[in-house]
């Protein structure tokens, strides 16, 4: 072979093996690129707050408050035990700050209602629901601390007993939250939520059409489970 044709073949095996380390690079700066694009898509990233938005709650918790009768009677001061729900759902906006619409009733099963000289009684009891538009805001979009808050549209059931006739009526609240969570999956995580809510109805009764206005707030330790 002549020194000429050694020349070429040697210049073609140099330029092949540049070639295919080319295309090698190429192809991993690509597979790179993409991983960088799927862990950067919002809604996707592991282990964080981000994306849609899910969460359920439930726990327990203490009804006070008063009710003013319309007619000028005695006000009546109640008080019980309440279980306390909560079902949001949203979307996250900024880094860790969701916004969305929930529903945060509760239910006082028994509740003490203590009038003028009369002493404390068991009424019928109290369906309060309150749905409306909520932030949730998480002080670091991987950790657990959230703080929350919604304004609220209420309605009310009172059912009746020999202590009193059945009601129903509407009004407006407010709810106030703080919590935290784990993460107990790349989606899921878990913890405690201490919830105030406050109920403000205005309800008139079945039988008799006499109205009063309900104010009552309840402070609640609630369990909540979201995704996220």
Do not use: C
């Amino acid at each position: 072979m002549s020194r000429t044709s050694r020349f070429t073949v040697i210049a073609f095996m140099l330029a092949s093996s540049l070639g295919s380390t080319a295309i090698s690079r190429a192809d991993e700066q690509l597979a790179a690129t993409a991983t960088t694009a799927a862990s950067a898509e919002p809604g996707k990233a592991p282990r964080t707050h981000d994306g849609f938005y899910l969460r359920l709650g439930a726990g327990l918790g203490e009804t006070v408050g008063a009710i003013s009768r319309d007619d000028g009677g005695d006000k009546v001061h109640v008080k019980g035990l309440n279980i306390a729900s909560e079902v949001a759902v949203g979307t996250t906006i900024l880094p860790g700050l969701v916004i969305g619409g929930g529903a945060f009733p509760m239910i006082v099963p028994s509740p003490s209602w203590n009038v003028g000289d009369r002493g404390a009684e068991t009424s019928g009891a109290h369906h309060i629901s309150g749905i409306g538009p909520f932030i949730d805001g998480y002080w670091n979009p991987r950790g657990g601390l959230h703080f929350q808050a919604a304004l609220l549209f209420t309605a009310g059931v009172v059912n009746s007993t020999d202590l009193n006739e059945g009601q129903v009526g509407f009004g407006f609240g407010e709810m106030l939250g703080v919590g935290y969570e784990w993460f107990i999956a790349d989606q899921w995580s878990i913890g405690p939520i201490v919830r105030l809510v406050h109920y403000h109805l205005r309800m008139k009764g079945h039988d008799t059409g006499a109205k009063a206005t309900f104010d009552l707030v309840s402070p609640s330790l609630l369990v909540g489970l979201t995704w996220h």
